[in-house]
């Protein structure tokens, strides 16, 4: 985002003058209008790409819920998410910027879910 803004102020010939020891900035209001527009595009889709550990994947809703309740009592801290794909039902967990934080979590959990996969997704944003 920095270099388009630096970019269009270079290509649309806006200038810093230097008059009397002042630092004068002209700027166009577009360089404004684009600023709000990016911060509302990053209100609406507070998402970014990374990983969750995927702990099961079948049809059965009641099947998916037991397990979701069970890893809650195990582990209350984590988020975990209830999915619905025509026609399965996936049990995603964690929200995990890259592999490396992934994979800490994904060696704790295969001992007490057998098999689980670690799968691209859109996470949530972290709070702050």
């Given at each position: 985002?920095?270099?388009?803004?630096?970019?269009?102020?270079?290509?649309?010939g806006?200038?810093?003058?230097?008059?009397?020891?002042?630092?004068?900035?002209?700027?166009?209001?577009?360089?404004?209008?684009?600023?709000k527009?990016?911060?509302?595009?990053?209100t609406?889709?507070?998402?970014?790409?990374?990983?969750?550990?995927?702990?099961?994947?079948?049809?059965?809703?009641?099947?998916?819920?037991?397990?979701?309740?069970?890893?809650?009592?195990?582990?209350?801290?984590?988020?975990?998410?209830?999915?619905?794909?025509?026609?399965?039902?996936?049990?995603?967990?964690?929200?995990?910027?890259?592999?490396?934080?992934?994979?800490?979590?994904?060696?704790?959990?295969?001992?007490?879910?057998?098999?689980?996969?670690?799968?691209?997704?859109?996470?949530?944003?972290?709070?702050?």
């Amino acid at each position: 985002m920095k270099k388009v803004i630096l970019l269009l102020l270079l290509v649309n010939g806006y200038l810093t003058v230097f008059a009397q020891n002042k630092l004068v900035v002209k700027v166009d209001p577009l360089i404004d209008s684009l600023v709000k527009k990016y911060q509302e595009i990053n209100t609406v889709t507070p998402h970014l790409d990374g990983y969750r550990i995927q702990i099961f994947t079948g049809a059965d809703r009641n099947n998916a819920v037991a397990i979701r309740n069970k890893f809650l009592t195990d582990f209350p801290e984590q988020q975990i998410y209830l999915i619905y794909q025509q026609p399965y039902f996936k049990l995603r967990v964690g929200d995990y910027r890259n592999l490396i934080e992934a994979q800490s979590f994904y060696t704790q959990l295969q001992k007490q879910f057998g098999q689980i996969l670690i799968v691209p997704d859109k996470i949530n944003l972290p709070k702050l």
